[in-house]
């Protein structure tokens, strides 16, 4: 299982667009394959940096996933509204694969 983990520099004025433009993903990425963790917006420190967080099982998926998400109406009326509206200044993308388990009270580390 891999997660991406997208980190968005988003004009701090325009908050509100980024929240709606989160919301038609919870939508969204969910009906095209992948397990959405979810989308966090600012709220303390940095105003302009906020992350979209999901899970896809391997690469290939990943392709196929991005294949049915761009080929979705809410997903292609997502990318429009972000384009049209200029909230999103920059994107990255980076997969991470999880390499710890969770520990309970008093298990060695």
């Keep these: 299982m891999l997660t991406c983990v997208i980190r968005y520099h988003i004009d701090p004025n325009k908050r509100k667009l980024f929240a709606e433009y989160a919301r ?10 992948a397990e959405l963790i979810g989308y966090y917006a600012p709220y303390e420190g940095s105003s302009t940096l906020a992350y979209g967080i999901y899970s896809i099982a391997s690469l290939a998926d990943y392709d196929a996933y991005r294949a049915r998400l761009a ?8 990318y429009a509204f972000a384009r049209r509206e200029r909230f999103l ?21």
């Design 24 to 33: 038609n993903w919870g939508q969204a990425i969910p009906r095209c394959g």
């Design 71 to 78: 080929e979705d109406p809410l997903g292609r009326e997502n």
């Design 89 to 109: 200044l920059r994107e990255d993308r980076t997969f991470l694969k999880l390499v710890s388990t969770p520990r309970g009270p008093g298990e060695a580390e």
